[in-house]
């Protein structure tokens, strides 16, 4: 080889949006996590390289054709710019670059959920035998056998997941749970760490910030999912007592389960509507929310954040960890970053996003000095880090939190 | 692997909720769901065949050419058959979805 350097006349290198995917094999093994064989393995991997691509590649193309053909378009047409979203994202869906990304988008999705579905079933006897016999082994599950999960769970099958959150397959069934694990690291391309708790290392990052030394002794997780982060808290607060709250049970006794494979003995998952979470009157230092408000309702988040407040001990923090408000957003980058509300089966997304949650808490009663919004990050464990938002999939997260003040405001 | 018919149904089934349509006519949308699926089963063939490469150099142990002078007996030929059903799932999912979500 020539010692000279060969020069190829290419444009420079364009920004890392997503880094390469990390394979599904670095999921963080424990006794209920199914076991894919080489081509479910490869049907994960290709889904998040698919992702990848569409962020890389992809992603700038749609906002090349919305500044150099979606906006002139609209300029000629009517001399003006779009006022909002709606009337901008009205313009993007006649966009062919626009439609093509979109649509791959959904395929994709659409492909991981039932390819993970697929992965899974099979082996699903096996892994339902597993969790009972974890399970019956200690006594941090309690399942409410009557339990009406809300409409908007049921009625809307959140990011594309065949059956939702609450569907129930058979006896003891644990699909759901285990699906979610491996699909959930397939979609994020392991960006978000070994066991997808990147938004509880974010919050604890944010608890060491900004009350430092603090030990919360009560933890009151909602919308728990099959609780990788909130493992994060209960091996970092080993002495707290945690309770985990979530509607699926096929998710309740696959964290149980997973929870206790991991050694992790101080979480109560119990089933339960978390608008009205079933705790009786116990209060609690931390109550919080991550990535869980985007899946209810207007009414259902105004209930969550009242019974946040009455489940908070004096002294103690409400946080709720999400994507960040649309507000003050170009235009583009509101439509992108709304994707997930109108094609991802996101419920309560579009809507979220347009709404003040710090107002929100406020309306419930946390008094307004005590309330503020903030951001909380962790360094993606693994994978090189992304220097762009990929709109929705990586970046800093938006958080609102609340504090219960220890004495009481006087009134002036 | 072989699966039971009805676990590939359920696996199919669509997620309850609007199903969107991105061109003017469905027939785009749908053409380009089976480019994606397609796409996506082409790149697993080719890992498992990159796999394959791998574990038989590690091996030193398939002579040149026997793949290819290899035909299939009866159970090796139904295995294959139902694994071509099992790809046409994964490919054509989208339409099945899309009548699905129209009962
Ligand atoms: C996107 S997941 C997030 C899970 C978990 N917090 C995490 O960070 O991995 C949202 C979860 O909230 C649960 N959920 C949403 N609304 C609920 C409600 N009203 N009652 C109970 N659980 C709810 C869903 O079942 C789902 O498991």
């Given at each position: 080889m020539s010692a000279t350097a060969y020069s190829i006349k290419t444009p420079a290198a364009a920004p890392l949006r997503a880094p390469l995917p990390l394979p599904v094999s670095a999921i963080e093994t424990h006794a209920a996590l199914p076991q894919l064989a080489h081509d479910d393995q490869a049907r994960m991997n290709v889904g998040a390289a698919f992702n990848t691509f569409l962020a890389q590649r992809m992603l700038p193309a749609v906002e090349r054709a919305a500044r150099a053909e979606v906006e002139p378009a609209r300029q000629a047409r009517l001399g003006q710019p779009a006022a909002?979203?709606?009337?901008?994202?009205?313009?993007?869906?006649?966009?062919?670059?626009?439609?093509?990304?979109?649509?791959?988008?959904?395929?994709?999705?659409?492909?991981l959920?039932?390819?993970?579905?697929?992965?899974?079933?099979?082996?699903?006897?096996?892994?339902?035998?597993?969790?009972?016999?974890?399970?019956?082994?200690?006594?941090?599950?309690?399942?409410?056998?009557?339990?009406?999960?809300?409409?908007?769970?049921?009625?809307?099958?959140?990011?594309?997941?065949?059956g939702g959150y609450v569907a129930e397959l058979g006896d003891d069934d644990i699909a759901a749970g285990a699906a979610y694990d491996v699909v959930t690291h397939a979609v994020l391309g392991g960006r978000s760490g070994p066991a997808s708790d990147r938004a509880g290392r974010a919050t604890l990052a944010w608890l060491r910030e900004h009350r430092p030394g603090w030990t919360p002794r009560r933890i009151l997780d909602l919308g728990c999912g099959i609780g990788t982060n909130t493992c994060v808290l209960a091996r970092a607060f080993p002495d707290a007592e945690i309770i985990a709250v979530d509607a699926g049970a096929a998710l309740l006794r696959y964290a149980a389960a997973r929870a206790a494979s991991l050694g992790v003995t101080n979480i109560r998952f119990i089933q339960g509507d978390i608008e009205t979470p079933p705790v009786g009157d116990e209060r609690f230092d931390l109550v919080m929310t991550l990535m869980v408000l985007h899946e209810t309702s207007r009414p259902g988040m105004q209930r969550i954040f009242a019974s946040c407040r009455e489940h908070l001990a004096k002294g103690g923090l409400t946080f709720h960890l999400e994507?960040?408000?649309?507000?003050?957003?170009?235009?583009?980058?509101?439509?992108?970053?709304?994707?997930?509300g109108r094609y991802n089966n996101e419920a309560f997304w579009s809507a979220m996003h347009d709404t003040d949650l710090a107002a929100q808490l406020r309306a419930v009663g946390f008094p307004a000095q005590h309330v503020f919004e903030t951001t909380a990050n962790a360094p993606p464990l693994g994978a090189t880090t992304a220097t762009q938002e990929d709109y929705g999939r990586g970046g800093a997260w938006y958080v609102v939190v609340g504090e219960k003040p220890l004495l009481k405001e006087v009134s002036v | 692997m072989s699966l039971e018919r009805d676990l590939l149904a359920m696996a199919t089934e669509p997620a309850a909720g609007p199903r969107p349509q991105f061109f003017d006519d469905p027939a785009m949308d749908r053409v380009w769901d089976v480019l994606a699926a397609l796409t996506a089963e082409l790149a697993v063939t080719r890992t498992r065949l990159n796999s394959l490469e791998r574990v038989l150099a590690e091996h030193d142990c398939l002579p040149a050419g026997v793949v290819d002078g290899w035909v299939a007996d009866d159970e090796a030929a139904r295995d294959q058959a139902q694994a071509h059903q099992e790809m046409l799932m994964r490919v054509f999912r989208g339409l099945l979805q899309d009548a699905a979500a129209k009962q």
């Open positions: 909002d979203r709606h009337e901008y994202r009205r313009d993007l869906e006649q966009n062919l670059t626009w439609r093509l990304w979109s649509r791959l988008r959904r395929s994709n999705m659409e492909m959920q039932q390819a993970g579905r697929l992965a899974v079933l099979p082996q699903l006897p096996a892994l339902v035998e597993t969790c009972r016999e974890i399970n019956a082994g200690h006594d941090r599950l309690e399942l409410d056998p009557t339990f009406q999960p809300p409409g908007y769970l049921s009625r809307l099958h959140s990011h594309l997941m065949p994507q960040p408000p649309y507000r003050d957003k170009p235009l583009l980058e509101q439509c992108l970053r709304d994707w997930d | -």
